[in-house]
């Protein structure tokens, strides 16, 4: 059983930094693809957006909302996803979600295809202030 828990939420100002981890177990990431995925306050399950995504290989893609400012990388090691998010600003405000997929598909593909993503952690809450 596929099972995905996110952590290092928490809130910081405007400029500051944080590190989400998502640690997965029941998952090979083998010719899949992980993310992590967010949720303004505002917007429902819908609204959900791609942040950044990492296949098997370690090739990676970013919304450009956050290129240049966010990290995925992961530990195969320690079945741990990661995502290092620096220059934190208020808009970034929402609920992380770590996510994983058994499709086949890109970086730049899992980005815009929430729905082929069939496990999800609970989210871990980011708050950012002014």
């Known amino acids: 059983q596929v099972q995905l828990v996110e952590s290092g939420g928490g809130s910081v100002q405007a400029g500051g930094s944080l590190r989400l981890s998502c640690a997965v177990s029941?998952?090979?990431?083998?010719?899949?693809?992980m993310g992590w995925f967010r949720q303004a306050p505002e917007k429902g399950r819908e609204g959900r957006e791609g942040?950044?995504?990492?296949?098997?290989?370690?090739?990676?893609a970013y919304a450009d909302s956050v290129k240049g400012r966010f990290t995925i990388s992961k530990d195969n090691a320690k079945n741990t996803l990661y995502l290092q998010m620096n220059s934190l600003k208020p808009e970034d405000t929402a609920m992380y979600y770590c996510?994983?997929?058994?499709?086949?598909?890109?970086?730049?593909?899992?980005?815009?295809?929430?729905?082929?993503?069939?496990?999800w952690g609970q989210g871990t809450q980011v708050t950012v202030s002014s």
């Open positions: 996510a994983a997929t058994r499709r086949s598909m890109t970086p730049v593909q899992a980005l815009g295809v929430m729905g082929l993503f069939g496990y």
């Open positions: 942040v950044a995504a990492i296949d098997s290989d370690g090739s990676t």
């Open positions: 029941g998952y090979t990431y083998s010719g899949t693809c």
